[in-house]
């Protein structure tokens, strides 16, 4: 039977020759992870329904303290020590506040891998399909059961297939290439279902891009969207791995549920406006828009490519007096390129920036700040939910456009 | 070993109308002002008691009864007491046109039987008929004869369902079953 990326996946970790969309399988997980939020549940559940060890194989088990860091409120410190604790005795590895958001540690630390499964308690966990990996976030039991066994039991979805070309240009970036093909799927389109990308534009982007790309399957109701590696990806996975990457690649007359395509010709800087991701316009639609703040960060756009996009628009200018203007790199490895190399200094010389240490930044726990009541705020997050980040209206942007916005205070595609 | 085959009484959630409901989300199943119960003799008097028509089901109800659902039931949130209330209520089982992804994740992991059954409004299957249900074969019958297929109990669902739930048959896999295979499928 010709099989999808995600069913030859399944297969291959369910010790099966031939699985297809619908079968439930008990599979086998390369890595599983808890945050600092669910942690503390994957931890009762364990202590309350097992004897020791309470994990198959520490290895392969981590905590990353992700959303709140370093521990902002007492409730965090609590579930940052007791995580720690049960790390000490059980073997678990933690990456700690200093780390960074923890999709992003296992693809910069060459620990999950194209072809591999992982799961952690993380509804943006499907980010790893940027490296051709299959992840998923589940609920504290589901995690608890994989950090005891190493399995969990998944039901394989169905596949469609979007592909996006064409050649657009600076100050157009993934960001808006993600929106286009938000825009075409909407908030449900991908409800339940794997995505494999094809197509010159998504073949081009870099793997930042593709981060941003992955990132936001969740909030068109994906389970899982695959991006092809290029030679420039393939190169940093092996590099980071030390070893030989095998790509899983669909067969050629693999079944597809539906196929879309989109074209980015030309692309202009897009928005999603409140009260959904998917709720996608251009800016120029709403250009001139007073802004109180931006935020550059999150699992979306939280990558180097993104501060530097920001850095090209502030350099030699000045935000906005009374825009502020905040920005938390994904990760450590991030932040310490960011500083030597010199885009902190243009981000202090711009002024009203705040740079913060790594991690989810402004967007679940507010530790890069919250947008108050009446407050309009560009973010580069994935949600932009009433309430999520606070009483104040969020629109979604790129990097880019946030920036070039800072600096005029208000919103606008030019710079 | 548990049943696998059920027999009970089935309530068709409907309207006033007879109309399938479709999209009960789990706010309306079970309302966010009793998350903060934990007993299940509690629990169980809030299952529906947002949903407008059914606020007395909990009164109604006799252990071994059936539910049967229409589309994409228990969508929304992913509250596990929009299952726990029915496993309190002694529903026997629950068959429908389609659940939300993650209901049905919480049902499995349960070890409560959950049926997706396409098509079963279209039958003249009404409130108060007694069915058959054969988990394994997915049968769906009426004194004696077929009403509807549904689809079969998967191995995984029969496993989960016979130890108990998610955490017991990690019990029985551990100690009866071979080791995980973890990281054998990884490929390199
Ligand atoms: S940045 Fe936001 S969406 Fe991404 S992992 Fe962190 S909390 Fe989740």
């Given at each position: 039977m010709p099989m999808t990326v995600v069913e030859k996946i399944m297969a291959a970790h369910s010790g099966k020759k031939s699985v297809s969309a619908g079968d439930i399988l008990w599979i086998d997980v390369d890595a599983r992870t808890a945050r600092d939020f669910g942690g503390p549940n994957v931890v009762k559940h364990l202590k309350k329904n097992f004897e020791p060890p309470y994990v198959a194989d520490p290895k392969r088990t981590f905590f990353t303290?992700?959303?709140?860091?370093p521990a902002r409120t007492i409730k965090y410190a609590i579930s940052q020590h007791l995580l720690k604790e049960f790390a000490k005795e059980t073997g678990v590895a933690v990456f700690d506040v200093d780390e960074g958001i923890g999709t992003h540690v296992l693809i910069e630390k060459g620990i999950v891998r194209p072809g591999d499964v992982a799961v952690g308690t993380d509804s943006h966990y499907n980010i790893l399909g940027a490296v051709g990996a299959f992840g998923q976030g589940m609920g504290d039991k589901d995690i608890a059961f994989a950090f005891k066994t190493g399995r969990i039991w998944f039901e394989v979805p169905p596949t469609m297939k979007i592909k996006v070309e064409g050649a657009y240009s600076w100050p157009a970036t993934a960001r808006d290439l993600t929106f286009a093909v938000m825009r075409e799927v909407g908030s449900s389109g991908a409800?339940?279902?794997?995505?494999?990308?094809?197509?010159?534009?998504?073949?081009?982007l870099s793997l930042d891009g593709r981060i941003t790309l992955a990132s936001q399957t969740t909030e068109m109701g994906g389970i899982v969207g695959f991006i092809p590696l290029n030679g420039e990806v393939r190169r940093f996975l092996e590099e980071r791995s030390g070893q030989r990457v095998k790509e899983v690649l669909p067969d050629n007359d693999a079944e597809y549920v539906d196929e879309l395509s989109v074209e980015v010709v030309g692309l202009e800087p897009l928005v999603a406006a409140p009260p959904s991701p998917t709720n996608v316009k251009s800016v120029s639609e709403l250009e001139g828009m007073e802004i109180d703040s931006v935020f550059v960060g999150s699992c979306t756009e939280g990558r180097y490519e993104n501060l530097l996009q920001v850095a090209r628009v502030l350099k030699g200018k000045k935000v906005k007096k009374g825009v502020t203007f905040k920005i938390t790199p994904a990760t450590k490895e991030v932040w310490a390129r960011a500083i030597r190399d010199g885009l902190v200094d243009i981000f202090l010389k711009a002024g009203a920036v705040v740079f913060s240490n790594p991690g989810c930044g402004g967007c679940a726990e507010g530790m890069a700040g919250l947008v108050g009541e009446g407050e309009v705020e560009l973010s580069t997050t994935n949600r932009n939910f009433p309430?999520?980040?606070?009483?104040?209206?969020?629109?979604?942007?790129?990097?880019?456009?946030?920036?070039?916005?800072?600096?005029?205070?208000?919103l606008t595609g030019a710079w | 070993m548990k049943p696998t085959v059920i027999k009970g009484r089935v309530w068709m959630l409907t309207d006033d109308k007879g109309r399938r409901l479709d999209d009960v989300d789990t706010d309306m199943i079970y309302h966010n002002r009793y998350l903060t119960v934990t007993d299940p003799e509690d629990m169980k008097r809030y299952a529906f008691s947002n949903l407008p028509g059914w606020e007395d089901f909990p009164k109604k109800a006799v252990p071994g009864d059936i539910l049967i659902v229409g589309r994409n039931f228990g969508a929304g949130s992913s509250r596990q007491h929009a299952v726990d209330c029915f496993i309190a209520l002694g529903i026997s089982a629950i068959v429908g046109e389609s659940f939300g992804a993650i209901y049905k994740r919480n049902a499995i992991n349960s070890g409560w039987p959950l049926l997706e059954a396409p098509g079963v409004f279209d039958t003249d299957l009404k409130t108060g008929d007694v069915v058959e249900i054969d988990l394994k074969r997915g049968?769906?019958?009426?004194?004696?004869?077929?009403?509807?297929?549904?689809?079969?109990?998967?191995?995984?669902?029969?496993?989960?369902?016979?130890?108990?739930?998610?955490?017991?048959?990690?019990?029985?896999?551990?100690?009866?079953?071979?080791?995980?295979?973890?990281?054998?499928?990884?490929?390199?």
């Amino acid at each position: 039977m010709p099989m999808t990326v995600v069913e030859k996946i399944m297969a291959a970790h369910s010790g099966k020759k031939s699985v297809s969309a619908g079968d439930i399988l008990w599979i086998d997980v390369d890595a599983r992870t808890a945050r600092d939020f669910g942690g503390p549940n994957v931890v009762k559940h364990l202590k309350k329904n097992f004897e020791p060890p309470y994990v198959a194989d520490p290895k392969r088990t981590f905590f990353t303290f992700d959303l709140s860091t370093p521990a902002r409120t007492i409730k965090y410190a609590i579930s940052q020590h007791l995580l720690k604790e049960f790390a000490k005795e059980t073997g678990v590895a933690v990456f700690d506040v200093d780390e960074g958001i923890g999709t992003h540690v296992l693809i910069e630390k060459g620990i999950v891998r194209p072809g591999d499964v992982a799961v952690g308690t993380d509804s943006h966990y499907n980010i790893l399909g940027a490296v051709g990996a299959f992840g998923q976030g589940m609920g504290d039991k589901d995690i608890a059961f994989a950090f005891k066994t190493g399995r969990i039991w998944f039901e394989v979805p169905p596949t469609m297939k979007i592909k996006v070309e064409g050649a657009y240009s600076w100050p157009a970036t993934a960001r808006d290439l993600t929106f286009a093909v938000m825009r075409e799927v909407g908030s449900s389109g991908a409800l339940g279902r794997a995505i494999e990308y094809t197509g010159d534009a998504v073949e081009r982007l870099s793997l930042d891009g593709r981060i941003t790309l992955a990132s936001q399957t969740t909030e068109m109701g994906g389970i899982v969207g695959f991006i092809p590696l290029n030679g420039e990806v393939r190169r940093f996975l092996e590099e980071r791995s030390g070893q030989r990457v095998k790509e899983v690649l669909p067969d050629n007359d693999a079944e597809y549920v539906d196929e879309l395509s989109v074209e980015v010709v030309g692309l202009e800087p897009l928005v999603a406006a409140p009260p959904s991701p998917t709720n996608v316009k251009s800016v120029s639609e709403l250009e001139g828009m007073e802004i109180d703040s931006v935020f550059v960060g999150s699992c979306t756009e939280g990558r180097y490519e993104n501060l530097l996009q920001v850095a090209r628009v502030l350099k030699g200018k000045k935000v906005k007096k009374g825009v502020t203007f905040k920005i938390t790199p994904a990760t450590k490895e991030v932040w310490a390129r960011a500083i030597r190399d010199g885009l902190v200094d243009i981000f202090l010389k711009a002024g009203a920036v705040v740079f913060s240490n790594p991690g989810c930044g402004g967007c679940a726990e507010g530790m890069a700040g919250l947008v108050g009541e009446g407050e309009v705020e560009l973010s580069t997050t994935n949600r932009n939910f009433p309430g999520k980040q606070g009483p104040g209206k969020v629109y979604l942007v790129s990097a880019a456009t946030a920036a070039a916005s800072a600096v005029k205070g208000y919103l606008t595609g030019a710079w | 070993m548990k049943p696998t085959v059920i027999k009970g009484r089935v309530w068709m959630l409907t309207d006033d109308k007879g109309r399938r409901l479709d999209d009960v989300d789990t706010d309306m199943i079970y309302h966010n002002r009793y998350l903060t119960v934990t007993d299940p003799e509690d629990m169980k008097r809030y299952a529906f008691s947002n949903l407008p028509g059914w606020e007395d089901f909990p009164k109604k109800a006799v252990p071994g009864d059936i539910l049967i659902v229409g589309r994409n039931f228990g969508a929304g949130s992913s509250r596990q007491h929009a299952v726990d209330c029915f496993i309190a209520l002694g529903i026997s089982a629950i068959v429908g046109e389609s659940f939300g992804a993650i209901y049905k994740r919480n049902a499995i992991n349960s070890g409560w039987p959950l049926l997706e059954a396409p098509g079963v409004f279209d039958t003249d299957l009404k409130t108060g008929d007694v069915v058959e249900i054969d988990l394994k074969r997915g049968e769906i019958k009426r004194e004696g004869e077929l009403l509807i297929r549904a689809k079969p109990f998967s191995r995984v669902q029969m496993d989960i369902y016979q130890a108990g739930d998610l955490f017991a048959y990690a019990k029985t896999s551990t100690k009866a079953s071979p080791p995980p295979r973890s990281g054998q499928g990884r490929n390199g």
